[in-house]
């Protein structure tokens, strides 16, 4: 396991919001104290969300090349603590913000040859930050491959910019999964784990990550296991 550093405190003011679509909204922060965030691909910020303590986490879905400001990605049809907290900010006000965390990161020894990234909903977003770092900034040559599950196509974002991924770097494969798929969607339809498990999957040293809520992530985890997957290669964030 690869040695990370603690996380620190910092305050950070909101610099941005960009609705995505009716879904999901971005969220931009400039860094004030400390000024500079220094974070792996894949890792996450805690808010602090209340005056009674509370805290919330968000995966990075920006670039760890900028590293003076970063953003997360809501899925803000829940209406939970977190999202209202945010949601209420205002421009420039600032936060208080826990980070870097988390070990949801590619693991560097010993070294996989494939990878495999499989979210639903916003779990999408840490593979928002790993796979264009892995791809332009690494100019990783492994085959990378992305299964990203959703209920209607209006709820996709990045679906552009994965494709372009794609275009840009033969390693690289995307495969958008919708449950409630119009009659001429012409990808996958169905739960991811559907499209799972009509493909056929690497085995050998092939690292899978898994992204979404705790039943997610046991489904898939059930599914890979049942393909000849090792426990050891299935590495995975839940959301709560």
């Not at 006000?93 to 826990?98: P, S």
């Not at 100019?139 to 974002?157: F, P």
Request: glycine fraction near 6%; charged fraction near 20%.
């Amino acid at each position: 396991m690869q040695q990370l550093p603690p996380p620190k405190q910092y305050v950070a003011k909101l610099a941005d919001t960009e609705p995505l679509n009716g879904k999901f909204i971005k969220f931009q922060f400039e860094l004030v104290e400390p000024n500079l965030l220094e974070f792996i691909a894949g890792q996450y910020v805690s808010f602090l969300v209340s005056d009674k303590g509370e805290r919330r986490s968000y995966s990075i879905c920006s670039s760890p090349e900028v590293k003076h400001s970063f953003e997360i990605t809501v899925d803000t049809t829940p209406e939970g603590l977190g999202v209202n907290f945010l949601k209420n900010l205002q421009f420039g006000q600032e936060v208080q913000v826990l980070g870097p965390m988390g070990v949801f990161i590619v693991q560097e020894e010993p070294r996989e040859e494939n990878l495999v990234f499989v979210a639903t909903g916003s779990g999408v977003a840490p593979f928002h930050s790993m796979i264009p770092n892995l791809l332009r900034e690494k100019e990783d040559k492994r085959e990378i491959t992305l299964y990203w599950g959703l209920r209607h196509e209006e709820d996709m974002i990045w679906q552009d910019e994965f494709q372009d991924l794609a275009q840009a770097f033969p390693n690289f494969h995307f495969h958008p999964v919708l449950s409630q798929a119009l009659q001429e969607w012409p990808l996958c339809r169905g739960h991811v784990n559907d499209c799972l498990n009509i493909h056929t999957l690497p085995t050998g040293n092939t690292g899978y990550y898994l992204c979404g809520n705790a039943k997610m992530i046991q489904e898939i985890k059930e599914l890979l296991i049942n393909k000849g997957i090792a426990e050891t290669a299935i590495h995975h964030e839940k959301f709560y």
